[in-house]
């Protein structure tokens, strides 16, 4: 048993050597994650929304400047909606955003530019 875990585990370093030589491009996004929002639900869970943003790299300097919150109301199927508004400074050409609650398995990604605000719209089934 241990020679078969060795031998998988040989295959599979041997793998990512080789899937790993080809050319990275770091030189195009870059991305950050803003300190996650912690949201009540309506059954009275406690979930945290994680926000993350990628721009070029050129724009990298206008990241510290990203803000965001949420705000929870109940929905009529006994779940939770969490609205979450991502403010982008003005200098990002075009931001990829993405929003999830990790403990439910939501997510949803949205675009915008820089001086606006991206809304993404989660919903959290009922706990």
């Known amino acids: 048993m241990k020679a078969r875990t060795l031998m998988t585990g040989i295959l599979a370093s041997g793998a990512l050597v080789i899937g790993g030589a080809g050319s990275a491009a770091a030189n195009i996004a870059w991305c950050t994650s803003d300190p996650p929002v912690h949201v009540d639900t309506v059954s009275g869970a406690k979930v945290t929304v994680n926000t993350s943003v990628t721009v070029a790299k050129s724009e990298t300097t206008y990241l510290n400047d990203v803000t965001s919150d949420a705000v929870a109301t109940a929905n ?34 949205a675009a915008g530019q820089g001086g606006r605000v991206v809304t993404l719209y989660l919903t959290v089934p009922a706990a």
Request: proline residues 3%.
């Open 76 to 109: 009529g199927a006994g779940g939770t909606n969490i609205t979450v508004n991502v403010y982008l400074p003005a200098g990002i050409s075009t931001a990829t955003v993405v929003g999830e609650v990790k403990r439910y398995h939501v997510s949803t990604t």
